[in-house]
């Protein structure tokens, strides 16, 4: 029986990505029901939302979609349709694993994971001008959110057979609202022994990251230095075409890349499809469809390796269609001969 999976294009290089995607999941043999829903720019302009309530509904009713990025306007304009389906669904868990592929610049061997907490922080949209000329942002933290995000971030680490957890703050400078987020985690900790805690300013914890990422493990952060140590990560591992990312609740997860709708490349073709693809991944595995998906993580790795076929970002010449041919052809392929 086939699964139903609502897709969200998006919009940039969204809808060309989410399509080579499409064919990678087909060549691994799972069958999909893609149910499409539009959110985005052009959605608001038809419907006056960029993010229209059957779209929630939607992916609230198939508990699992796959999405493609979709652009915010920058100091103006709708709110971020993302962080709002975020919130309204209450996608806690935001997991963005960084591993490097192999034959991809800069050679470092990075297998690490980063949990950050999606609902809240600077993200919460509390904003204000409390003066003409004074801005003020809130940065909202809560017991429940960050005792769920530590737990969450733990018991990944004991499914995933990694060793440790590090928790990064700024609990010196932020003493309450970091300081809330440290406590709760440190209580966390305390029960799983068994997972190493290791806690890390996040200053300290960018230049770990850099200079031996490996160390920190699962890392589990508040939403803001989860967002930027992401695309740190992602700039350890060869760019915003590599990294993927789940966004995970209780009642619903939506796999998506890390990278934003790159306006700069949508519509030339050559857009890299590793991160979806590699979310999609992660899907398949959330939907417990392993075998599939280690099969596509197994030829991405062969194509990496054979260093053929590479798209722009990483010095090829390769379009978003070559990458995905070449992709469904090692997917497809007898594994004798791969
Ligand atoms: P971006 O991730 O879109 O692009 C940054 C750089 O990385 C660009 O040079 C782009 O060409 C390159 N890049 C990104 N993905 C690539 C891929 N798959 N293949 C090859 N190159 C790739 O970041 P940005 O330019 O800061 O943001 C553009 C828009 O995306 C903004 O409106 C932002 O709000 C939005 N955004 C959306 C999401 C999301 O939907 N989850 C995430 C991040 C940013």
């Known amino acids: 029986m086939a699964y139903r999976i609502t897709l969200i294009p998006g919009d940039g290089i969204g809808p060309e990505v989410v399509t080579a995607t499409q064919d990678v999941v087909s060549a691994a043999g799972v069958a999909v029901d893609w149910e499409v829903h539009h959110a985005g720019i052009e959605v608001a302009k038809l419907t006056g939302s960029p993010l229209p309530l059957p779209v929630i509904d939607a992916v609230r009713k198939n508990r699992v979609a796959l999405k493609g990025p979709v652009t915010t306007p920058i100091g103006g304009g709708f709110r971020s349709v993302n962080v709002t389906l975020r919130q309204t669904l209450d996608l806690y868990a935001n997991v963005r694993p960084i591993r490097s592929l192999p034959n991809v610049e800069p050679r470092f061997d990075v297998d690490m994971v980063i949990v950050r907490e999606n609902t809240e922080g600077l993200y919460a949209g509390l904003e204000l001008m409390i003066l003409p000329g004074v801005a003020q942002s809130i940065k909202l933290t809560t017991e429940r959110s960050s005792t769920r995000i530590a737990e969450f971030a733990f018991r990944y680490a004991k499914q995933h057979g ?22 709760c985690a440190r209580r966390v900790a305390v029960r799983h022994p068994e997972v190493h805690l290791g806690e890390m300013i996040v200053d300290a914890a960018a ?24 695309d740190l990560g992602a700039g350890l591992v060869g760019g915003l075409g590599i990294v993927p990312g789940a966004n995970i609740g209780d009642e619903a997860a939506v796999f998506e890349a890390v990278h934003g709708s790159a306006p700069d490349i949508a ?45 722009r970002d990483l010095g090829g010449t390769a379009s978003t269609g070559d990458f995905t041919r070449a992709l469904c052809a090692a997917i497809e392929r007898p594994r004798a001969e791969a």
């Open 162 to 183: 990694r060793s440790k957890v590090t928790i990064v703050h700024k609990a010196n400078i932020m003493k309450l609202s970091d300081g809330l987020a440290l406590d």
């Open 207 to 230: 230049m770990t990251m850099v200079r031996d990422p490996n160390k920190l493990g699962v890392l589990v952060t508040e939403n803001l230095y989860g967002d930027i140590l992401s």
């Open 267 to 311: 519509g030339k073709g050559y857009a890299n499809p590793t991160a979806l693809v590699q979310s999609a991944v992660m899907m398949l595995r959330h939907l417990g469809e392993h075998e599939a998906g280690d099969r596509i993580e197994r030829a991405l790795t062969e194509v990496y390796r054979s260093g053929q076929v590479r798209t």
